[in-house]
């Protein structure tokens, strides 16, 4: 039992991480059918630049406010100078998605030109090796933070959405673009917010991510396809999804690491994840699609 | 824009007299090309012609009958592997190929069956949880994968008297040609245009009598057969194979091939499989410069050329063609 609990804990720390990025993905998914491919990379390039900051010798909160503020300007700037003369161009969805695919590329071979390719460790307040004992539970001072900042993060994000006059209006503009024009929203700054508010929590997850996992430029790849696959495990245009997807995808993960194979563990949970949406194609808590012929 | 007035013509893959010289005059310049062209640029042509294999049956999948799949490295994998196994316990060279093509198309049996319900991106990630997973089980079985030091392959000993790399020169391109040829008959009969009916509006392919169950796993099936004989001339052409070789990188660079050359274009194909084979060569002194100029090229094919490469040449063409009026 205290096995299972061991492996559940550390398993929703990692969810925790997964669900920060899989709401990045949902949140722009929703608004603009747009899949990012380049979330990732985005989140990598602020890691890299929170930790070009505390090589000069900057305070640890000066450097992530600074890094999470550089990845969402980026998402801006792709947003502003690239989707959106696309879609004037009348970019079809999939183009739009590839584009997003060659930003990718493009920043994660700058951050590799810039940051180097060789594996670095990165410096961090909370420590990996002190670790809390809760009845015969043991957990690390950085999952235990991991966790927490998970949990406050998504927290805050349900707040700005569901309380908020802007999240009002991101919620318009994701539910009817036209509609939500006309009422007077001003939607391409909305939408950019949007893009700039998933990219944060890309960052955040990355800043927490790059103390247990050693930085280098490619270290975002498996975790951002993790956060992919847990929102569309929850479904692609929910919110909550994503952050139930991220759990439950951390916990199967770690418990089929734990009782099946350490080796197989990212394949359990890809075939977990191609049952799933073979009973469930719209995720677990996405809505049903309709489509018109 | 052409007048076609017979189903004969229609099915002619060559129409005018004058596009035959010009392909005529470009299938002359590749045979003749290992004996002009320096030693590293006959290698370079051959895993062109190789990765056109894959990049056809790719473009089969996506520009043709619109699934995404980003699983082609498990393909290619499989494919690979299956070859290196066969041609190990003696088989001769070209049942391996079949073998590792039919074996690579029953696994895209088994992937597009997710195609049958899920769409978009939901197809993305089942596709690209296959790809993931076949390159986690060849890494973590050393009976599969050849251990350590990877799987060594028997190359194909020169005939006639060719020096090898020539010889291989001439074969791939003989592999190349012969898929080419495949994928235009593939896309001019009933089942080419299965594709392209459940590519626009499946429902409405399904109303006018597409088999989709039948051709929506047709497609995986085949597009899963070219690149697992792509796989299978890799394994051939390297003399060793490795599940390293066959990362998740691996199926991006297909996709970018088939975007970059252009959708639904078996021309643009072989383009992009020039472009994603030879920008690492020419840049090869800035190795890690090469995923930024494929992300700028595909961000300016977007905006500016959504139809590729392929889009660019045809208006060339056009241009010159109606030359002096526009």
């Known amino acids: ?293 | 824009m052409d007048l076609i007035q017979s189903y004969k013509e229609e099915l002619q893959l060559i129409r005018k007299p004058w596009t035959r010289v010009w392909v005529g005059a470009f299938v002359l310049f590749l045979i003749l090309l290992p004996w002009v062209a320096p030693q590293h640029i006959t290698y370079i042509a051959t895993i062109i012609f190789i990765y056109s294999i894959g990049v056809q049956g790719q473009n089969l999948l996506i520009g043709y009958t619109g699934q995404i799949s980003f699983g082609q490295a498990g393909f290619l994998a499989i494919g690979a592997f299956t070859f290196g196994h066969l041609s190990i316990h003696g088989v001769p060279w070209f049942l391996s190929l079949l073998g590792a093509g039919l074996a690579a198309g029953l696994f895209g049996l088994v992937v597009g069956f997710p195609s049958l319900r899920l769409k978009g991106p939901y197809l993305a990630i089942a596709t690209m949880g296959f790809g993931i997973a076949v390159y986690q089980v060849f890494v973590n079985s050393e009976v599969l994968s050849g251990g350590r030091m990877g799987l060594a392959v028997q190359k194909l000993s020169p005939l006639f008297g060719l020096s090898p790399i020539t010889y291989r020169y001439y074969f791939n391109f003989l592999m190349a040609a012969l898929f080419t040829l495949a994928s235009y008959n593939i896309i001019s009969s009933y089942m080419g245009r299965a594709f392209i009916a459940i590519r626009d509006n499946d429902i409405a392919a399904e109303v006018l009598g597409v088999n989709l169950t039948r051709y929506k796993l047709l497609s995986f099936a085949v597009s899963s057969f070219y690149t697992g004989v792509q796989g299978a001339l890799l394994g051939l052409f390297l003399g060793y194979l490795e599940p390293n070789m066959f990362t998740f990188m691996e199926s991006i660079t297909l996709f970018v091939a088939v975007i970059i050359g252009g959708l639904a274009s078996v021309e643009g194909s072989l383009l992009g499989a020039a472009f994603v084979i030879l920008v690492p060569q020419v840049f090869s002194a800035y190795k890690d410069m090469v995923p930024v100029v494929y992300g700028v090229t595909i961000v300016f094919v977007l905006i500016f050329e959504p139809f590729g490469l392929y889009g660019r040449w045809f208006k060339m063409r056009l241009y010159f063609r109606n030359w002096p009026f526009r």
């Not at chain 1, 804990?9 to 899989?22: D, E, F, K, N």
């Not at chain 1, 959106?84 to 951050?111: M, N």
């Not at chain 1, 951002?224 to 847990?230: H, I, N, Q, T, V």
Request: with cysteine.
């Open chain 1, 1 to 293: 039992m205290t096995k299972f609990l061991q492996y559940a804990i550390s398993g929703l720390s990692t969810g925790s991480i997964y669900a920060l990025v899989a709401l990045g993905l949902a949140l722009i998914y929703r608004s603009t059918r747009i899949l990012n491919f380049a979330h990732g990379d985005i989140t990598t390039a602020g890691t890299f630049f929170a930790f070009m900051l505390l090589g000069f010798h900057f305070s640890f909160g000066l450097a992530f406010a600074l890094a999470i503020l550089f990845g969402s300007a980026l998402a801006m700037a792709f947003y502003f100078c690239i989707l959106v003369p696309a879609q004037r161009r009348e970019a079809t969805q999939l183009g739009q998605i590839i584009l997003t695919l060659g930003l990718g590329l493009i920043v994660q071979g700058l951050v590799a030109r810039f940051g180097g390719t060789d594996i670095q460790s990165f410096p961090f307040p909370l420590s990996d090796t002190k670790i809390y004992r809760f009845a015969g539970v043991v957990i690390s001072q950085l999952s235990l933070g991991t966790l927490l900042v998970g949990i406050l993060a998504s927290l805050l994000f349900y707040l700005l959405v569901q309380k908020t006059k802007l999240g009002l209006a991101m919620r318009a503009t994701s539910e009817n673009l036209p509609a939500a024009q006309t009422m007077g929203i001003p939607t391409r700054r909305i939408l950019a917010l949007s893009w700039g508010l998933a990219a944060m929590l890309g960052v955040l997850a990355g800043l927490f991510l790059a103390p247990a996992l050693l930085l280098d430029p490619f270290f975002m790849l498996e975790p951002f396809l993790k956060g992919f696959a847990a929102a569309i495990l929850g479904g692609l245009n929910s919110l909550p999804g994503a952050i139930v997807g991220g759990l439950i995808l951390g916990v199967a993960e770690s418990l089929a690491g734990g009782y099946v194979s350490i080796a197989f563990k990212n394949t359990f949970a890809f075939l977990m994840i191609i049952l799933v949406l073979l009973v469930r194609p719209e995720g677990l808590l996405g809505k049903e699609f309709k489509e018109r012929v």
